[in-house]
């Protein structure tokens, strides 16, 4: 189970400078890393685990980690040797597949396990390629994340760029509609990012109330469509002609004000 205890103000502070600042080197090495195919890659420095660059990858430690095959030995070191974190502005992106429950029921379960495998490729590969980070697949859902170590300071834009191209890599834009729904949210706030779990479950993930929000806006989009919450398309640039709307989120108290963005037709 995910340990209770807070981190030390030491550790904090690490974690914090870390993920804010990061350093030089990591960044450029994980740009270089996204850019040798083909998934499987580690969730957090993006190394991949097959393909021609897998033999190099695994001499310098870059192979599954055998406690958290989602990310590579050398990370869940790191990770396992530097538990914590700290509270940090993020940028979120859920994604939802709108009416899996339906496709599930007109296909065979094979047929429906390729189609999800699909959605996990395109959708990772699509995240990888704007430098953020998968934080996991719950069902049919998407979670990303983009922060400064990864990302830059343009993280709000770069989450919202990643939603675009997103929808776009699912055919939202087709004539003949896309070849899987989705409907996505991005989101931008304070969060907790580090380092939770312990021994073999221990992995780097994301936790706040702006996470909350993130994933209430995912489920209410519809497919084709990216809500964005204010915050996020202040932050990222956006044209502030763009449609907006306020939304009643589903366990929360009053409005949510958003930015709607579609790609292609919508669709339910």
Known sequence: MPSTESPSPHNEEFWRDFLTNGNSRERRLRGLYRRIPHEPRCNVCAAPFSGVGAPLMRMIGKRP??????????????LSANH???????????ADVRGSTTLAEGMSAGQFRDLMNRYYSTASKVVFDHDGSVDK????????????????ERHAARAVEAAIALLRATGHENVDGPWVSVGAGVNTGPAWVGSVGEGPR????VLGDTVNVTARLASAAQGGEILVTTAAAS????????????????GREGHTEVVSLRIGQPSS
């Open 65 to 78: 980690s055998q406690q958290t095959p989602k990310i590579c030995g050398s990370c869940y070191d790191f």
């Open 84 to 94: 914590g974190g700290a509270e940090i502005e993020v940028s979120l992106l859920f």
């Open 137 to 152: 697949f719950v069902g049919d859902e998407l979670v990303a994340m983009f922060f400064p170590l990864l990302t830059g």
């Open 202 to 205: 221990t992995e780097l993930t």
């Open 235 to 250: 932050v990222a640039g956006m044209d502030a002609t763009l449609e907006r709307r306020e939304l009643e989120l589903r």
